[in-house]
């Protein structure tokens, strides 16, 4: 569990690219910047990790002399309530997200669990926890034991992952942490998070249901974001204020409740926006 409130980038900053910079070289900049958590991106990724052994390991070990918090994004490429074999090559890939998150000392790979087609929310419930349970088990085969599986709060409606369905689905499956995508419960929600009580609404509901420990520990994504009646359109940076989420209100329960998130940056300016919450955040602890 986060020692902090901590602050990174979903993936490496525009900025360091333009460095040149390579994997390695990503948490000593972090680090300079002031931020401390990164959430490698392996989201193109197929059945099989899609990183050397050698190269994960640099990552932890350069994580860890400059404190930086790992996650992995895992494969977009999944969908746990679809036909048979789409669901078996999921949780292949899902696997292989975990071995490399386990190389890499990451805490949690984050995932998109999804979509309904034309199952229920209690159908695709269902076989979501059926097909993590597989790949929880598999993962203690492999002896994968410190990597939790983080489905994450999706953003439109065809997809199935509201904050009710998450929760559920990590009340159910061991070895499971919800990613808590504040953008996307205000997308799905068409608009849902406008004042502290809001937010507050939400982490109430994750401690009733998951605990006090799930509560202080939370991976969270956070951007703003443009949405239809559909939900999700696309992300923003944080000062166009012609959108939400703020993370002002964010920053409020975080003190007020004493939490210990983890954030990542998902907005189209990583590691700006980062430093920018992070700042925010600072201010309202010192309040
Ligand atoms: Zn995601």
């Avoid at 390695?24 to 899609?50: N, S």
């Avoid at 490429?77 to 074999?85: I, R, S």
């Avoid at 790979?109 to 999804?114: A, K, N």
């Avoid at 997308?187 to 109430?204: C, I, N, P, S, Y």
């Amino acid at each position: 569990m986060a020692d902090r409130p901590r602050f990174g980038p979903a993936g490496v900053p525009a900025a360091f690219r333009e460095k040149k910079a390579v994997l390695a070289d990503v948490p000593k900049l972090l680090h300079d910047e002031g931020l401390d958590a990164f959430e490698y991106p392996a989201v193109r990724w197929g059945a099989k990790p899609q990183i050397k052994r050698e190269n994960a390991k640099e990552l932890s070990l350069k994580a860890g002399e400059n404190d930086i918090w790992l996650s992995l994004h895992g494969s977009y490429f999944m969908n746990f309530c679809g036909e048979k074999e789409v669901v078996e090559a999921s949780k292949n890939r899902l696997i292989a997200c975990a071995t490399a998150a386990e190389w890499m000392k990451a805490h949690v790979v984050v995932f998109h669990p999804g979509f309904y087609g034309k199952r229920t929310s209690k159908e695709a419930l269902e076989d979501c926890s059926e097909a993590l349970a597989d790949v929880a088990e598999k993962m203690k085969m492999l002896g994968i034991e410190k990597v939790k599986l983080g489905p994450e709060i999706m953003g439109r409606l065809s997809q199935f992952g509201g904050l009710d369905e998450i929760l559920s689905l990590c009340e159910e499956v061991e070895q499971t942490q919800p990613v808590i995508d504040w953008a996307h419960i205000h997308a799905r929600d068409r608009g849902r998070l406008k004042t502290v009580d809001d937010f507050r609404k939400v982490v109430e509901e994750i401690e009733k249901r998951l605990g006090t420990d799930a509560l202080m520990n939370m991976h969270c994504h956070f951007a703003k974001i443009e949405f239809t009646e559909k939900g999700e359109k696309r992300h923003h940076t944080i000062n166009e204020t012609e959108y939400g989420p703020d993370f002002t209100l964010l920053a409020r329960v975080i003190a007020e409740f004493e939490l210990k998130p983890v954030i990542i940056s998902e907005s189209p300016i990583l590691d700006v926006d980062a430093i920018k919450m992070r700042d925010i955040l600072r201010e309202e602890l010192k309040s």
